[in-house]
């Protein structure tokens, strides 16, 4: 059995972080055991909302009594997501030492979430220098797009090797493993969209078609499916091909009901059994 402690936000109607992140985990056998950051009514891009957002101490709590019931040591990873505040990333900084401590082969994955193409940086002040300067450097994946791999790695990238330069200087960070998702380059098909995992030196791609859909959450899926593949076969490879073919049959059957919300549940035979898979070439 898998044990994840995943830290993110959450929605009660919808899906982003937590509300994103856990049942595709669960789908594939992986034991989950959420932390929430906030709770909310749902996702922020609806513009209004209800709810409120934890402090770090609330965090820090939650995981003390998980501790208490003495099942750190079996914990294999730590999934975080958006941080809404530099206290909450302390929070989450502690509770992935405790992990280590009790299981020091245990990972952390950690989505840096800042801000993406066309909105630009939406996370408050000082947390893309707290994820550059404290979070990244103690992670073991990383999950960013490619917006946010270029402020991670402090350069602008538009080709390809461009892009495997970026990844190296925050490999360089600390991070062994690199997954960056909607990645475009100079060589990428108008109609496509690229994703890179990279690992160990080498860099692995899958193109899938660009579909019409703008929606919450899907990044937030696709780090934790990503983890959970990568904790099975220890491959960034093979997790990137079976993340890819997941999140795609999820968002093309969002796109094709038209729906503001990513049909988590009822795509859930996707994340198993995808409907289309794609190559995994390596570049």
């Not at 209004?48 to 965090?59: E, I, M, N, Y």
């Given at each position: 059995m898998v044990n994840v402690l995943s830290i993110q936000s959450h929605v009660a109607y919808g899906h982003a972080g937590n509300a994103s992140a856990v049942f595709p985990l669960q789908r594939l056998g992986v034991e989950v055991?959420?932390?929430?950051t906030v709770q909310f009514s749902n996702h922020t891009g609806y513009g209004?909302?209800?709810?409120?957002?934890?402090?770090?101490?609330?965090?820090e709590e939650v995981v003390a009594g998980i501790e208490d019931r003495g099942v750190l040591g079996s914990?294999?990873?730590?999934?975080?997501?958006?941080?809404?505040?530099?206290?909450?990333?302390?929070?989450?900084?502690?509770?992935?030492?405790?992990v280590r401590a009790a299981n020091p082969a245990a990972v952390w994955c950690c989505d840096p979430v800042i801000g993406d193409v066309g909105r630009g940086v939406f996370v408050r002040p000082g947390i893309?220098?707290?994820?550059?300067?404290v979070a990244v450097p103690a992670a073991d994946l990383v999950t960013p797009n490619h917006f946010e791999?270029?402020?991670?790695?402090?350069?602008?990238?538009?080709?390809?090797?461009?892009?495997?330069d970026a990844v190296a200087a925050v490999q360089a960070l600390g991070p062994r493993v690199v997954l960056t998702t909607s990645l475009v380059t100079d060589d990428t098909p108008e109609d496509a969209v690229d994703l890179l995992a990279s690992e160990g030196g080498r860099h692995f791609r899958v193109r899938t078609p660009r579909l019409d859909v703008s929606v919450n959450g899907a990044g937030d899926a696709i780090a934790a499916l990503f983890l959970a593949h990568w904790l099975a076969t220890r491959s960034a490879g093979?997790?990137?091909?079976?993340?890819?073919?997941?999140?795609?049959?999820?968002?093309?059957?969002?796109?094709?009901?038209g729906s503001r919300e990513i049909l988590l549940v009822a795509a859930q035979d996707e994340y198993v059994t995808p409907t289309r898979t794609f190559d995994v070439t390596e570049v």
């Open positions: 055991w959420p932390v929430h209004d909302w209800t709810g409120r957002v934890f402090d770090g101490q609330a965090v914990c294999d990873a730590v999934l975080s997501g958006y941080l809404g505040s530099a206290d909450i990333g302390h929070a989450v900084l502690g509770s992935v030492a405790k893309p220098e707290f994820l550059r300067e791999l270029d402020l991670l790695a402090g350069q602008r990238t538009g080709s390809l090797g461009s892009v495997q093979e997790a990137l091909g079976r993340a890819a073919a997941s999140v795609f049959g999820l968002l093309r059957m969002t796109a094709e009901a």
